[in-house]
């Protein structure tokens, strides 16, 4: 078992090697095994509401790692997005583990305000476990099938 240390940090206060370790595993996942160029970096980063998660094995290796954007920022709805857990450590349920606490973060922040994802299409059915359910047909994103899910925060 895999004991993992969750942080939300925000972008004023990651150091240096925090901010490289989340790039690298964001570039390493969404750019080079995905096999999408596109520009991982966006102005929502560094906004001052955005809330980092990362997830570190026995606070060290950054192994998983999600981006929470405050509502009204890039949609009415919190954002969660940049979802991400390293390819060796996958599979022993550091996804479901990082989606609980990136849950109980914005519950916490924004209580009872919708949360949207923007979901690569085969995982419908992990994110449906937690209440989200479908709001749109599939569509390609960097050439990779995504769907937009919601979760109503009200129940």
Same mark, same amino acid.
């Given at each position: 078992?895999?004991? &993992?240390?969750?942080?939300?940090?925000?972008?004023?206060?990651?150091?240096?090697?925090?901010?490289?370790?989340?790039?690298?595993?964001?570039?390493?996942? =969404?750019?080079?095994?995905?096999?999408?160029?596109?520009?991982? $970096?966006?102005?929502?980063?560094? @906004?001052? /509401?955005?809330? @980092?998660?990362?997830?570190? /094995?026995?606070?060290?290796?950054?192994?998983?790692?999600?981006?929470?954007? +405050?509502?009204?920022?890039?949609?009415?709805?919190?954002? $969660?997005?940049?979802?991400?857990?390293?390819?060796?450590?996958? *599979?022993?349920?550091?996804? @479901?583990?990082?989606?609980?606490?990136?849950?109980?973060? &914005?519950?916490?922040?924004? +209580? *009872?305000?919708?949360?949207?994802?923007?979901?690569?299409?085969? $995982?419908?059915?992990?994110?449906? *476990?937690?209440? =989200?359910?479908?709001?749109?047909?599939?569509?390609?994103?960097?050439?990779?099938? @995504?769907?937009?899910?919601? *979760?109503?925060?009200? &129940?």
């Amino acid at each position: 078992m895999v004991n &993992i240390q969750w942080n939300f940090t925000f972008f004023k206060d990651l150091t240096v090697q925090q901010l490289y370790d989340v790039l690298q595993l964001r570039v390493d996942v =969404f750019v080079v095994e995905q096999k999408c160029a596109y520009r991982d $970096l966006d102005e929502y980063d560094r @906004h001052p /509401e955005t809330r @980092h998660l990362s997830g570190r /094995e026995e606070g060290e290796q950054l192994i998983a790692y999600a981006r929470i954007l +405050p509502p009204s920022l890039r949609y009415p709805e919190v954002n $969660l997005g940049r979802v991400v857990v390293k390819a060796d450590f996958r *599979k022993q349920g550091i996804g @479901h583990q990082l989606l609980q606490a990136a849950l109980q973060e &914005i519950s916490g922040c924004w +209580p *009872k305000t919708p949360i949207r994802i923007s979901a690569q299409e085969y $995982l419908q059915a992990f994110y449906s *476990k937690y209440g =989200f359910f479908r709001v749109s047909e599939v569509y390609l994103e960097d050439g990779i099938p @995504h769907v937009e899910m919601v *979760k109503d925060m009200k &129940i």
